[in-house]
């Protein structure tokens, strides 16, 4: 074998042996977040029996009540923070091992996000969008860890399980965003599954992020600061564990064009969040 070729097959055995150990490597990493999830609370062995989880005890008289503890109550603090269109932070609302965890079944599957085309309802690249994403698949939707936060965020949205899509991680890297948009559809063809979509749970999985803000531009009567930019309307600085639940339909029954939104420039760091839109009406 020629000296040139011995060099080009060498690197090559070098790049698949090391994607081979980085698959490795991350499948290790979600199984240990699985493992710790049960081993540290041991009542989640218990849901493969009784179909139950508990997660983490961080109020104490809230010890033998199961369902106190799937929807963290004690530890998830709610603040109203606009009534046109309606807007509610949830701070505390994911633990940490649900952000990594979320964060570690999407990293090897992420890819180009996409916008609803609105005549085929497929999904199309558009420069409105920069980040990388990846849906949960319905087999994923049966984790325990999942099933928790199904659970939790029907309950705050008071939409019921079955009204929901299947759950969307997002990538933004350093200079991606998503401007301005309704998550309501403006076609017919997107409502018939499930009709239209009314809210929308917007859960931020990590920390040390500069820029990439929840941009509210019809909200709120002042500044703040997206991406560095000083925009009129209101901000929500993506921080670990919160939420941001708000309803693209109105009162009225009506789609509200005031929950226009978008996602401000990531200056630093990684923005990941997690996207859980609910319907009408059941989606499957």
């Known amino acids: 074998m020629a000296p040139a070729m011995k060099i080009v097959f060498g690197l090559l055995t070098f790049v698949t042996a090391g994607m081979i150990l980085g698959a490795l490597f991350q499948l290790a990493f979600i199984h240990k977040l699985e493992d710790s999830y ?157 009709g239209q979509r009314i809210a929308t749970m917007l859960m931020y999985l990590s920390d040390n992020v500069e820029g990439g803000e929840t941009y509210f531009p019809m909200a709120g009567s002042g500044e703040c600061s997206c991406g560095g930019k000083a925009m009129k309307g209101l901000c929500v600085k993506p921080n670990q564990g919160d939420a941001v639940l708000f309803w693209s339909m109105g009162l009225d029954g009506q789609s509200d064009p005031n929950s226009l939104h978008g996602g401000c420039e990531v200056l630093s760091g990684e923005k990941w969040s997690a996207t859980k839109w609910m319907r009408q009406s059941a989606t499957s």
């Not at 049960?38 to 008289?61: A, C, W």
């Not at 952000?99 to 570690?104: E, F, T």
């Open 38 to 194: 049960g081993t540290k609370f041991p009542s989640l062995r218990k849901f493969q029996n009784d179909g139950y989880l508990q997660l983490p005890r961080g109020i104490p008289h809230w010890d033998n009540d199961k369902e106190a503890e799937i929807l963290r109550l004690g530890l998830v603090k709610p603040e109203i923070i606009n009534w046109s269109p309606r807007i509610i932070v949830l701070h505390d609302f994911l633990s940490k091992e649900e952000c990594d965890y979320l964060r570690a079944i999407a990293l090897p599957r992420l890819q180009i996000s996409t916008v609803v085309d609105t005549k085929t309802g497929k999904g199309i690249k558009s420069n409105v969008r920069t980040s990388s994403g990846m849906f949960l698949s319905f087999e994923e939707k049966k984790n325990p860890m999942v099933q928790a936060i199904e659970k939790r965020i029907s309950v705050y949205s008071q939409v019921p399980v079955e009204n929901g899509e299947l759950m969307q991680v997002l990538r933004y890297e350093k200079g991606q965003f998503y401007k301005p948009h309704h998550d309501y559809f403006s076609d017919t063809f997107n409502l018939k599954r499930g």
